[in-house]
Nanobody, 123 residues
Framework: QVQLVESGGGSVQAGGSLRLSCAAS????????MGWFRQAPGKEREGVAA????????SYADSVKGRFTISRDNAKNTLYLVMDSLKPEDTAMYYC????????????????WGKGTLVTISS
C-alpha cells in the first residue's frame, strides 16, 4: 500500500524559506515520478513541481521557477521541496504525490497522494 507522509510545513514571513519532506513507503519509490502540488483556500489544486524517477529531469510551475527546488533521495525513499523567497501567495496546503512511470503528464494529477502539510506565509 502506497503511503506518502509530508512534513516541514509551518508559518514564516515573506522572503523566508522552508523545506518540505515526503517520506514514501509501500512501493518501489525509485521507479515512480514524484511531485508536489498545492491548494490554497478557495482555489483549485495546482502542480508545483515534479521530478522523474532518476532525479534528473525536473519541471516547475511558472509561479515557482527560480524559487523552489525539488529533489529526491532514492536511497531514503524521500522527496524534498526547498522553497526560497516565499511570498504570501505561496500560502497553501502542500501535497506530495506519486505516479508510476514518467512525469510527462504530471500536471494533470497523480495516482497516489499524501494528506498534506500546511504552509502559511505572512507579509
Amino acid at each position: 500500500q502506497v503511503q506518502l507522509v509530508e512534513s516541514g510545513g509551518g508559518s514564516v514571513q515573506a522572503g523566508g524559506s522552508l523545506r518540505l519532506s515526503c517520506a514514501a513507503s509501500g512501493y518501489t519509490y525509485s521507479s515512480y515520478c514524484m511531485g508536489w502540488f498545492r491548494q490554497a483556500p478557495g482555489k483549485e489544486r495546482e502542480g508545483v513541481a515534479a521530478i522523474d524517477s532518476d532525479g534528473i529531469t525536473t519541471s516547475y510551475a511558472d509561479s515557482v521557477k527560480g524559487r523552489f527546488t525539488i529533489s529526491r533521495d532514492n536511497a531514503k525513499n524521500t522527496l524534498y521541496l526547498v522553497m526560497d523567497s516565499l511570498k504570501p501567495e505561496d500560502t497553501a496546503m502542500y501535497y506530495c504525490a506519486a505516479d508510476p512511470g514518467s512525469c510527462a503528464l504530471w500536471e494533470y494529477g497523480m495516482d497516489h497522494w499524501g494528506k498534506g502539510t500546511l504552509v502559511t506565509i505572512s507579509s
